[in-house]
């Protein structure tokens, strides 16, 4: 019976002529692709789908979310199809572990007709790793920046009120996962930082009094963390991805600790937010943070670097209007309508020529 019924979806395959395989779980790649298509599908409707079944694809633009899936997907695929991989991050100093997945999806390289890397260092690696340049296309991952937007007094009055927080503290955002699995996260996902984020905090917290805010699954090592220090913290759980938005009026500072990154997201919606960032170089951070203009970027695992740039932007003159407009205007460029735009033209669109 099975049988029959995988037999028919392979003979019924989707309808639009680019598909998108995102993950089941909700987060960054399925927010990627679903964001892509809500915006293609408003200006053509019918040009994209997602989907968390690659089995049933054939003869079309497949957009592989991660190469992780693609990697797991890759070998059972029609050929009849044109393949993208969005590669986000992952570098072979990062373990044994990611450098032998580097070396199985350089293999699959000639499978694959565009590789879509977020961050320019992201796109230079793929491309000193002998992958040809034509074939790596630079799209960073988006964010509706009207919906993420500075909020007025009131505003963020009202979201410190609701979590409890003091107008006297310095109130710190990090709304990332950073514990390893889907548990309660007592072991770090070191490659986020979240042991960097832990000395920063404690340090800042001698300067002046800090509070957070968490969101995010996975955080049990970085609140152990923040008890042990007598740091206080909310840790909230939205229910829907537009919660955030009030999450962000809340802050006055994001911190992004990461040792290796794809965006993040969070940089992204916090400069639409009118939230300093001070980031680690990380992933996007460099193509969106000039340092001390619209934001702080230091060297990953540089504490003191975190703390200093942290207390000169906490102290800038009236909240740091200067710089919080300036990092809303350079986070235009990632407005999903750009991102979607680029992702039609520099690579669904030519591929679907091709397939005539």
Known sequence: MWRAAYASKIAHPPAAPVQFIIERADWAIRRVGESVRNELIAQQPGLMETTTHPERIAGRVAHFGSQYMWLSWGDHMSGANRYVVSYFHGKREDGPEVSAHIDKMLESVPRLSRIVASASKVEQRLISWGIPRERVVRIPIGVDTSLFSIPNSDQKRLARKKFGFGDEQLIIGSFQKDGVGWGDGMEPKLIKGPDVFLDAVTELNRHRPVA???????????????????????????????DLVECYHALDLYLVTSREEGGPMGLMESMASGVPVVSTDVGMAGDLITDGITGGLVAPEDTKSIVNRSLEISALPDQGHA????????????????????????????????MA
């Open 323 to 354: 710089l919080r407009t300036k990092a809303k205007k350079a986070v235009a460029v990632t407005d999903w309508s750009i991102v979607a735009r680029d992702h039609w033209t520099k690579v669904y669109q030519p591929l679907i020529e091709e």
């Open 212 to 242: 957070v805010l968490l969101t995010g699954p996975a955080r049990g090592f970085v609140k152990k963390g923040l008890e042990d220090a007598g740091i206080p913290y909310h840790h909230t759980y939205v229910q829907d991805y537009s």
